[in-house]
């Protein structure tokens, strides 16, 4: 069973590099209203222009980068009026379609101190990353007690940025009113606001799984052999 997990492991993570593979020959993607969902696939490279909406900033806590604790910093982007004045925080503007970007890693600073200042989006310059299915998740051990708030609950800028373990872009579609697309843009360039950008990408290494299910096969092997020898030895006694 150990063994035969491993290898589909190792195959799922052979089809995850074929599709990102896949995804990066497609070309860059121009996010805009009136892109078709068929073409929003995962980890293809995409870019995007337009109003950032900078007054539903979410951070998302627990995010380490290089062994230090610190957020992710998520700000949607609205796609419809690029030419558009910044909206007041807090403050919706219309939008025919809207991206949630997930911006940068920002260092939590002093232990125990609340969240520092957000760095505010560069207006007006594009935004090049990579298309995500969702916001990679931490696992969330509220979310599997009874009584508890949801992971999801909904989101309040009243008092100030919300800070959250997790986000999900329905959520935050609920929580804004904004008609986000399905997917996450996960930004590469460098606009200038401070935030890291040097992303992990997914552990695609199938040698690993492979050896660990061959060590498996041979435990078994060596178990039915080891055995073999015990009923051998047993009914030579038997007989004799």
């Known amino acids: ?18 599709r990102i593979e896949a995804a990066r020959q497609a070309g860059p ?10 073409a929003l696939v995962p980890w293809r490279e995409a870019v995007a222009s337009g109003t950032w909406q900078p007054g539903h900033t979410v951070l998302l806590d627990n995010r380490n980068h290089d062994g230090r604790p610190g957020y992710w910093v998520a700000t949607p982007l609205c796609l ?27 260092s939590r600073g002093t232990p125990g101190a609340p969240p ?27 979310a599997l007690r009874p009584g508890e ?13 919300p800070t959250v373990q997790n986000l999900t872009v329905p959520a935050m579609a609920a929580a804004t009113g904004l008609p986000l697309l399905p997917v996450v843009l996960e930004q590469r360039s460098d606009t200038g606001d ?10 695609l290494e199938t040698d690993k799984h492979t050896g660990y299910a061959l060590q498996w096969f041979s435990f078994a092997a060596i178990a039915l052999i080891a055995l ?7 009914f030579r006694r038997r007989r004799h």
């Open 149 to 161: 708030p949801d992971a999801q609950a909904p989101l309040s800028w009243a008092a100030g940025t």
């Open 80 to 106: 419809a009026s690029p030419d558009a004045p910044e909206p007041a925080p807090g403050e919706a503007i219309d939008c025919d379609t809207a991206v949630l970007v997930l911006r940068g890693w920002l």
């Open 228 to 234: 073999g020898v015990i009923l051998v030895k047993a």
């Open 194 to 203: 401070g935030l890291a950008r040097n992303w992990a990408g997914p552990a």
């Open 1 to 18: 069973m150990a063994g035969r997990w491993q290898l589909s492991r190792a195959d799922e993570k052979a089809d995850i590099a074929a």
């Open 29 to 38: 993607l121009t996010l805009a209203p009136a892109v078709a969902e068929s």
């Open 116 to 142: 520092p200042g957000v760095p505010a989006p560069v207006a007006g310059a594009p935004v090049q990353g990579i298309l995500l299915s969702h916001v990679p998740r931490l696992f969330d051990l509220a």
